[in-house]
């Protein structure tokens, strides 16, 4: 078996030729091909068909100099008989590999259904004389820049995760005006990024057009929704079609007169590097919305209720729950076949999906430089093996990426596969499925903890709060293992919609110091914190009617930075500013090192201080919070068991950046819901 960073078989292959994989499946599958019609941008011109040759088997296969083509930008498709439950017969299908797809040029199998379902967006190549060159649909070429030097990543320890749904949506000036005006791009991201860059679609927006938010907030770590191609408009994508290719809306900014968007991609994922930024990227493999499902659907895909007795039809972490394909189509991962192998080029023994997802892996960590992967519903991938695989070839391509470098470790240390999978299960972790989980339960914990609550009858307030700030009271033994959250894009149901409409719910109408006390607790607990976009100023749902639709509703939810500038949210962004300094500077917050040094439950009071980090080896940071309508800011209260300061230390406060002196850092004012945070420096 070659390894990850070997050449790749069908790489090498698709620099001349078009070729179309289909293990073992009685296809004799043709190339349908042509120019786009300059003056008419849905039709193409000169379409031509010729059939493809297998060798060896399961591979189909043409020489591009062999079509007697001139040099251009050309579109095909695949011609296949359709293998799908719905059988559709002869029917052109997308390459499953294509490396750019156009939605101005789409065909539909049988009946023209007129939904995005089963339409089939050709695919995008520019030929030169024998040579095939990846392109936008724009025309434009694409070439893999350099990657970032490794020195230049944060470490696992030290990351501050931005979770940023890239198609957000902006809702109506005046209530009752239409929502989702426009829709986020590539471009809009980068924006955030960078002050020179003005936006794409949210161009009028001053905190895209002049400002730099995201650079401003301080975060060192970018996770984008999906950003491969989903056939669903206006969503966040978790419907991938097209799993090689950037997503096609993503890259069509109204100022583009066409999509390109592996060019802006490329870009947006540069200037996250150049601002010592790591790229995570976001995987959905429990289910597709992919081309094989009609090239070759029983290799590549199950249905599970069709299958009750096949141990593939069921979740990993609930065994006797089947896969939910949530729309798409499950993918098939415990049967293996005899076929040729795009990695290796030889005829061997393995799972199609296994080769397809590993093959697409290779495309993203080379071409588009991933510092991360987030694995979506890897419960309903329902396959741990192939998950370790996948987890191991990805740190392998990392590592051969920095091949110079002499140790493991660095480079361990600035690459993680996080899985999401709300039952947290920790085997994954401890197997060496995944790096980490996320930590459903820190949410659980903290909604509670803000509202001065257990978080439920067999947990009292205390240990509410313990479990809360150091993840390994519920079995995670590192500091980079657990990705805490208050709130993720997961914003449907009970008590996980943003922070500012949950405490609303729950009769909270001042907003703004329990959100600061959230955001102490998110940044100062074992584990690494994770950002939704918008909670950082406590954004709001402008969705009303989420609360009836809890499915795709919430996908349509604008993230509003506009917000950000209003007196009090600004205040809310700016101390979450220097707590998200503070935790990447910090020693102390990136170990699992911490300490409960008081306990205040006396006279209605819920007050707990903790510190974090080794003395012997960090500057420490202790946290005092009060979890109390208690009102302590008539008279000194005392924090005992307050740790020594050695000698030329000194503390000062971080969200209010003031020193504290050394003989009253232990006596301090308290209001309601008032989180404090001290730093030895």
């Known amino acids: 078996m070659a390894e990850p960073g070997d050449a790749v078989d069908m790489f090498t292959r698709r620099q001349n030729e078009f070729v179309l994989w289909v293990p073992e499946v009685a296809q004799s599958p043709s190339l349908v091909i042509g120019k786009l019609e300059p003056n008419d941008p849905d039709k193409l011109v000169n379409e031509r068909t010729h059939d493809l040759t297998e060798m060896p088997k399961g591979l189909f296969r043409i020489n591009a100099g062999s079509l007697g083509l001139d040099d251009g930008v050309y579109h095909y498709w695949f011609k296949i008989r359709d293998t799908s439950p719905e059988n559709f017969g002869p029917m052109l299908v997308t390459d499953p590999l294509a490396y750019a797809v156009d939605y101005r040029v789409t ?22 004389g024998d040579r095939l060159i990846p392109c936008d649909p724009s025309g434009n070429d694409f070439k893999a820049g350099e990657g970032p030097s490794l020195s ?11 979770e940023l749904p890239t198609s957000w949506s902006r809702a109506g000036i005046e209530p009752g005006d239409a929502q989702e005006q426009d829709i986020g791009t590539f471009l809009d991201v980068r924006a955030l990024l ?85 790229f995570i990227t976001d995987l959905v493999m429990a289910f597709g919305h992919d081309p094989y499902i009609h090239i070759a659907y029983n290799q590549f895909h199950i249905k599970p209720n069709a299958e009750p007795t096949n141990e593939d039809s069921y979740q990993s972490s609930r065994h006797w729950e089947m896969r939910d394909g949530w729309g798409g189509q499950s993918w098939r991962y415990i049967k293996t076949i005899d076929t040729y192998s795009p990695l290796t080029g030889a005829t061997t023994r393995l799972c199609p999906a296994w080769e397809f997802h590993r093959l697409h892996l290779k495309h993203w960590m080379s071409n588009f430089h991933v510092d991360g992967l987030r694995l979506d519903s890897v419960n309903n991938i329902g396959n741990w093996y192939f998950i370790k695989q996948f987890t191991t070839d990805a740190k392998n391509l990392f590592r051969a990426r920095y091949a110079k470098v002499s140790l493991d470790t660095d480079r361990d240390e600035r690459f993680l596969v996080i899985a999401e999978e709300l039952a947290v299960p920790l085997d994954m972790i401890r197997s060496g499925t995944v790096d980490a989980l996320w930590n459903e339960t820190f949410q659980g914990l903290l909604r509670a903890a803000v509202l001065g609550e257990s978080v439920d009858s067999s947990t009292n307030f205390e240990w509410t709060v313990r479990k809360m700030i150091d993840c390994t009271y519920l079995g995670f033994t590192s500091s980079t293992q657990a990705i805490n959250y208050i709130t993720s894009h997961d914003v449907a149901g009970y008590r996980k919609e943003r922070l500012y409409d949950f405490l609303g719910h729950n009769g909270v109408y001042e907003k703004e110091q329990r959100t600061l006390l959230a955001f102490v607790c998110l940044l100062t607990a074992v584990g690494i914190p994770m950002i939704f976009a918008g909670e950082e100023f406590c954004d709001q749902m402008d969705r009303h009617d989420l609360d009836a639709k809890m499915g795709r509703e919430k996908q349509m939810d604008p993230v509003n930075f506009a917000r950000r500038d209003e007196p009090w949210r600004r205040r809310v962004f700016d101390r979450n500013k220097r ?34 980090g080794d003395a012997e080896k960090h500057n420490l940071v202790v946290v005092v919070a009060n979890f109390s309508e208690q009102d302590m800011r008539d008279g000194e209260y005392v924090v005992h068991n307050w740790p020594g300061l050695p000698e030329g230390k000194r503390w000062r406060e971080v969200t209010e950046e003031r020193e504290v002196a050394t003989d009253q850092v232990d006596s301090m004012a308290l209001s309601p819901w008032e989180a404090r945070v001290y730093e030895m420096y």
Not at 107 to 128: N, V
Not at 153 to 160: A, F, G, I, R
Not at 227 to 254: C, H, I, S, V
């Open 107 to 128: 065909r539909y199998p049988g009946i023209e259904t007129g939904t995005s379902k089963w339409r089939q967006p050709a695919a995008m190549i520019r030929l030169q």
């Open 152 to 162: 230049t990543l944060p470490l696992n320890n030290q990351l501050v995760i931005y």
């Open 579 to 612: 707590l998200i300094a503070l935790r990447k500077r910090s020693e102390a917050l990136g170990v699992i090192d911490t300490k409960f040094i008081h306990m205040d439950f006396s006279n209605g009071r819920r007050v707990m201080a903790w510190v974090r």
């Open 194 to 278: 960078d002050s020179n860059v003005p936006g794409g679609n949210f161009s009028n927006n001053a905190v895209v057009n002049t400002g730099a938010h995201l650079l401003d907030l301080g975060i060192n770590a970018l996770e984008l929704l999906p950003p491969a191609d989903a056939k669903a408009r206006r969503e966040w994508g978790y419907a991938t079609a097209n799993y090689f290719t950037p997503d096609y809306d993503l890259g069509l900014p109204e100022q583009h007169a066409a999509a390109q968007p592996m060019q802006d991609l490329a870009a947006l994922v540069d200037t996250c590097h150049k601002s010592g930024i790591r």
